[in-house]
């Protein structure tokens, strides 16, 4: 996230937002980063919205849907100088759509700054799909949704035209796990894994698990200090109007 912010060109904007902001910790950097800016975050989760409220009482929050949001075009809203996104996008399908609309929404050389987990072929991520095609959950996970996300040439061919310069990059980072293989499976509870385990029942999560912490272990070796590296590749863009 700070890596991203630190890439954005513009080091004065007056109007900025963070899409998907959840409880607040990407809108909180953008704050500290950017302290004159007048920052919106919005959010489809009422949770997370009144978390980022509580959190940060002096900053805008509002309860959206990122999509329904692009449609918009409200008279006291906008143009930015800033649209920013940490970790979202990768959920949300139809780029193709979206990113083109978010930099008519920008002003003349405004930033569109995106980062996502582009991590769809670890070896984390190739057992969820393996396992979730295997006979006992084929049915069951056939209409499991998964991450949204295209290779660096989409991106850069998608925003270049309507750019006057488009950055793009990806860095993998090595998160230090606690607890060996399980650490791992924790982790992706949390993100990845969530769509499957939400559509079975407890039992059925179980059985899941115990199968995908199988394969987990076969490919994050613990070190020996318990902890595992994991690689996690991650995508930016920051196109400049």
Excluded at 48 to 56: D, E, G, P
Aim: hydrophobic share 40%; with cysteine; charged share 25%.
């Amino acid at each position: 996230m700070r890596d991203l912010v630190a890439a954005i060109p513009n080091r004065d904007p007056k109007t900025a937002i963070d899409l998907g902001c959840g409880p607040g910790n990407s809108t909180e950097v953008l704050a500290d980063a950017f302290p004159e800016a007048s920052i919106t975050g919005i959010d489809n989760s009422s949770d997370m919205i009144a978390a980022a409220r509580k959190r940060l009482p002096s900053i805008r929050f509002e309860l959206a849907d990122i999509v329904a949001w692009s449609e918009q075009t409200r008279s006291d809203e906008g143009p930015f100088d800033l649209i920013f996104s940490n970790a979202v996008f990768q959920w949300v399908e139809g780029h193709e759509i979206l990113f083109p609309r978010f930099l008519k929404r920008l002003t003349q050389g405004g930033n569109l700054a995106i980062q996502m987990p582009d991590n769809a072929d670890v070896p984390a991520h190739r057992a969820m799909r393996e396992i979730a095609k295997q006979d006992r959950w084929a049915e069951k996970l056939a209409g499991v949704s998964r991450p949204a996300r295209h290779d660096v040439l989409f991106y850069y061919d998608l925003l270049k035209p309507q750019c006057e310069r488009v950055d793009i990059w990806r860095t993998t980072y090595h998160h230090v796990i606690t607890g060996g293989s399980a650490g791992v499976v924790e982790w992706f509870k949390g993100s990845a894994l969530r769509p499957y385990l939400t559509v079975l029942d407890e039992t059925e999560q179980k059985a899941f698990l115990a199968q995908y912490s199988a394969e987990v272990e076969k490919s994050y070796p613990a070190r020996p200090d318990g902890t595992v590296l994991l690689p996690f590749p991650r995508l930016f863009f920051v196109a400049t109007r």
